[in-house]
């Protein structure tokens, strides 16, 4: 886009809106991380039980714990790669926000009186 023809208030605004959204999807993907990591942990004490015999070791058993596993592992990778990129985009656009308010005319208001 060219700076010239673009409103720095209302383009502000859409980033700052942006910048809203891409926090909460941030803030998602953390909470994410931390379940596939629960998961993980949790599949692998499972396996660590069924293998030392604390646990009866049966057909299901197993399969949760292995699905855990790596149901996890693919989980925290691919929610790995969308908080990057989405750290991305946020870091993009809060760089935007900060030009965009370099190029707005501040006025000086003056010093301020205080009524007591």
Same mark, same amino acid.
């Given at each position: /886009? ?5 409103? +720095? ?7 700052e %809106?942006?910048? %809203?959204?891409?926090? @909460?999807?941030?803030?998602?993907? !953390?909470?994410? *991380?931390?379940?596939? #990591?629960? @998961? ?6 499972l396996?660590?039980? $069924?293998?030392?015999?604390? &646990? &009866?070791?049966?057909?299901?058993? /197993? ?10 592992i ?12 989405? @750290? ?7 760089? !935007? !926000? @900060?030009?965009?308010? *370099?190029? $707005?005319?501040? #006025?000086?208001v003056? +010093?301020? !009186? /205080?009524?007591?």
């Amino acid at each position: /886009m060219d700076d010239s023809t673009v409103d +720095p208030h209302s383009e502000i605004e859409r980033l700052e %809106e942006s910048i %809203e959204q891409l926090s @909460a999807k941030l803030e998602n993907c !953390r909470k994410l *991380g931390l379940a596939a #990591r629960i @998961a993980i942990a949790l599949g692998g004490a499972l396996l660590i039980a $069924i293998i030392f015999g604390a &646990i &009866i070791a049966n057909s299901t058993a /197993m399969t949760g714990a292995v699905a855990a596993v790596l149901g996890g592992i693919v989980l925290l990778g691919s929610n790995a790669s969308t908080a990057q990129n989405t @750290a991305d985009q946020l870091a993009a656009a809060e760089a !935007r !926000r @900060a030009e965009l308010i *370099g190029t $707005i005319e501040l #006025r000086d208001v003056g +010093p301020s !009186r /205080m009524l007591h």
